[in-house]
């Protein structure tokens, strides 16, 4: 029931780059929990480490030292096919939206859905399009994602990530390219969403007008961790 | 996967990078052109050097042991073709003389290489076509048919003799001093690839012209009895007649001149090297569209990769591309193929239509070159990682 509730757990998590001699510690002794349904923001300085501790809880590296609980995985011991299998349950949202131009919004987002056989298709699409419509593209829907704006573009991605109910939501810097009320919509849509679903939704990001969407903040710097407030940098 | 078939991933892709892809499949039509041209002049390479044998009035042969093509002088002693006459089976024995001297325009003056043939006018060692019963003629001494389809490069040959006679000066060395031959009509056979025509005349005619012994025929014929069977009567000649000789089937000898002519000339190489210049053009035109398409969307790929999509549903989707880029420009290179045929024959009096079987060989080619550019793009794929996603 704990590792339900906690979906992610790490303790004295510390990762490295490069040899014990020329390397560096990016990450020294992290201990964070994160919950379903909870939005926590990842801050602090560039090069402090939250990229590395996104991807390591992303399941994309492979943890060095201390624990790692991933949806009730522990990650220095997971096989490949656990990881394949955990991967299934986490979805990133990234600084570019990272669309596939040949394709429609819709076809975007449906690309992005389990496989499911020919009767679960069109429950699929229909699913596609409400998440779409929810998030105020329902117009959009069979455009290339060039004939949109970058705060709509960045919202299909939101939605591609999200339309398959992932346990774990992981966004980097998702509001860096965009502009004040575009960020604000693309962070709203992240929170609310990730909220209705019971799913835990983690942003690492710099955008201060932001902070209000989160439920708490947790900020990096020289690879320590610490919980913040919300109320400023 | 329904981005393979429901929404397919390669076909949209191709069509978003529009113009890439047009040049593409210009570049791999340029190379599907390539290689049926060089299909076609194989063909007709092939088709001619055999035209000949194809009309022999016989089902065996009996060669010189070295015999490698019609086109090289060879002499098989007569005895031999003689004493293959009472082997069971055989009905009956003819030869034929076969020479390439030089026969002189009259009108430019200049000679050139001219395929002779000399044969038992009453007796003839091949069917021809288009004689006109005017065979039997040729037992006149200096008596000669020409080959209606023989190239323009002799001259008005051809419109004179249908007129009347016309005289012609064949030699071995062009000498503007040599005998006359006098055409008095003419056959259908075909020019080939070296020789613009061919002249057919008496072997008497033949001694006279080329000096050639009569006794050192280039091979004998030999017609079967009705009923019997060609491998067994095959062997029998040839143990009749020991190693010193060279007995082969019809078939055989058109695939003992056609070897000659695809290994050991060089026209074989040249025309299988056009094959492969073929295939690389293609092989790089294809391969770049695909490099260009994956470095386009290598964030997408690793989105999708981030996602579930195994590593070989990038090379299935690769795969598609090439094969949709190599099945549409295969078209326009066939139609075209076909029109410089046609422009071809015309002008060379070559066969080099295709069969249905050889289009489906070109097809099967352009599909492996699609798809060993596919391949080698493939590589490109390793650097769609998820990690290079993240700020």
Known sequence: MEARTRLVTARELSYRYGTAETGRNVLHNIALDIRAGEVVLLTGPSGSGKTTLLTLIGSLRQPQQGTLQVLGVDLLRASPGQLRQLRQDIRFVYQRHNLLHSLTVLQNVTACMPNTPASGRAANRQRAIEMLDHLGLIEKIHEKPEQLSGGQQQRVAVARALVSSPALLLADEPTASLDREAGQRVARAMSDVGRQLGCAVLISTHDERIFHVADRRLHIEDGVIAEHSLQGP | ?391
């Open chain 2, 1 to 391: 996967m329904d981005l393979l078939w429901r929404t397919p991933l390669a076909t949209l892709q191709l069509r978003h990078h529009l113009g890439s892809t047009v040049g593409a499949l210009m570049g791999v039509s340029v190379a599907v052109l390539l290689m049926f041209m060089e299909e076609g002049f194989q063909h007709a390479l092939y088709r001619s050097a055999v035209r000949l044998h194809r009309i022999l009035a016989g089902d065996l042969i009996i060669a010189e042991r070295s015999f490698a093509s019609i086109t090289i002088p060879s002499g098989l002693p007569r005895r031999f073709a003689y004493r293959a006459a009472s082997v069971p089976g055989v009905a009956a024995i003819t030869l034929l003389y076969a020479n390439t001297p030089l026969l002189r325009n009259p009108q430019t003056n200049s000679a050139r290489p001219i395929m002779l043939y000399g044969i038992d006018p009453l007796r003839p060692a091949i069917n021809p076509r288009g004689t006109a019963n005017n065979l039997a003629l040729l037992v006149l001494p200096s008596r000669a048919l020409f080959d209606r389809l023989s190239r323009a490069s002799f001259g008005p040959v051809v419109e004179r003799a249908k007129s009347g006679e016309v005289e012609a000066q064949l030699s071995e060395d062009g000498n503007p001093d040599a005998p006359m031959i006098r055409i008095i009509g003419l056959f259908d056979l075909g020019p080939t690839i070296t020789f613009d025509g061919t002249v057919l005349v008496s072997d008497l005619t033949f001694h006279t012209l080329t000096g050639q012994p009569l006794d050192r025929p280039t091979f004998g014929v030999v017609a079967l009895a009705r009923g019997a069977e060609p491998r067994t009567v095959k062997a029998e000649v040839q143990a009749r007649l020991g190693a010193g000789v060279r007995v082969l089937t019809k078939a055989e000898l058109i695939a003992l001149e056609i070897r000659f002519w695809d290994r050991e000339t060089p026209i074989g190489y040249i025309l299988k090297l056009g094959l492969f210049i073929g295939f690389a053009v293609g092989l790089v035109f294809v391969y770049q569209v695909l490099q260009s398409i994956i470095g386009n969307n290598l964030p997408e790929y690793a989105v999708l990769k981030t996602v579930g999509y195994p590593d070989y549903f990038f090379i299935i989707v690769l795969f598609q591309m090439a094969t949709v880029i190599g099945t549409i420009a295969f078209i326009p290179g066939l139609v075209t193929a076909e029109l410089l045929y046609a422009m071809a024959e015309r002008m060379t009096g070559l066969d080099m239509s295709l069969q249905f079987i050889d289009a489906a060989l070109i097809l099967a080619i352009v599909l492996v070159m699609c798809m060993v550019s596919a391949l080698l793009a493939a590589r490109r794929l390793q650097g769609a990682d998820p990690i290079s996603l993240f700020s």
